[in-house]
């Protein structure tokens, strides 16, 4: 059975970099009939799209992210990372780390992990 | 971008009922359109794929219709697990965005 876990630092400074990792177990990263992304979710409000990549790197984002949001896979350690530049309070949110098949849409999702924007 | 307008954004409803979220999308998306539960605390959850596919696992009271821009979720017979925020997605084109979510409160 597919299971993702979000990981990183739960404090970020405002101007720094958010930096996260899923770890992918029970199924291959590899495959490359499917998308690895990642959707945030600020405090009470609702859901934003940031961005995936599949197995060979090829990368779509949200437009209103795009100039901050570096989004990488490493397949030795099946692992897919999120870096955000320049984060404000705005940045705050529960982020989860997601998985979806090529034309299809998001099938699984981690349990998500906040990460506060503030000095 | 493709917008997507839910209604209502909050709705109360009893036990037993038969309830329909709507969504609508800026521009057409054929049938690419996909419903998620998500409830307090918790990651969404899968319900609908392709406007009217259930997924695997997902109880025969959701039901989902529509294709280009309008589209429904509908909830028979309504128990107590059921009431949670809904959201539609479209993943017909990127970026991939999602309606602002339909609350189901218990009545």
């Known amino acids: 059975q597919l299971q993702l876990q979000e990981s990183g630092p739960g404090l970020v400074q405002p101007s720094e970099t958010l930096s996260l990792t899923c770890t992918v177990s029970?199924?291959?990263?590899?495959?490359?009939?499917?998308?690895w992304g990642w959707i945030r979710q600020p405090p009470g409000k609702g859901l934003e799209w940031i961005g995936n990549i599949n197995y060979s790197g090829s990368t779509n984002y949200n437009p209103s992210l795009k100039s901050r949001v570096t989004i990488s896979v490493d397949t030795s350690k099946n692992q897919f990372s999120l870096k955000l530049s320049s984060v404000t309070a705005a940045d705050t949110a529960v982020y989860y780390c997601t998985r979806r098949r090529v034309n299809w849409p998001t099938d699984s999702w981690g349990q998500g992990t906040l990460v506060t924007v503030s000095s | 971008d493709i917008q997507m307008t839910q209604s209502p954004s909050s709705l109360s409803a009893s036990v037993g009922d038969r309830v329909t979220i709507t969504c609508r999308a800026s521009h057409g998306i054929n049938i690419y359109l996909a419903w998620f539960q998500q409830k307090p605390g918790k990651a969404p959850k899968s319900l609908i794929y392709a406007a009217s596919s259930l997924q695997s696992g997902v109880p025969s009271k959701f039901s989902g219709s529509g294709s280009g821009t309008d589209f429904t979720l509908t909830i028979s017979s309504l128990q107590p697990e059921d009431f949670a925020t809904y959201y539609c997605?479209?993943?017909?084109?990127?970026?991939?965005?999602f309606g602002q979510g339909t609350r189901l409160e218990i009545k």
């Open positions: 997605q479209q993943y017909q084109s990127y970026p991939l965005t």
């Open positions: 029970g199924g291959s990263i590899s495959r490359n009939d499917y998308c």
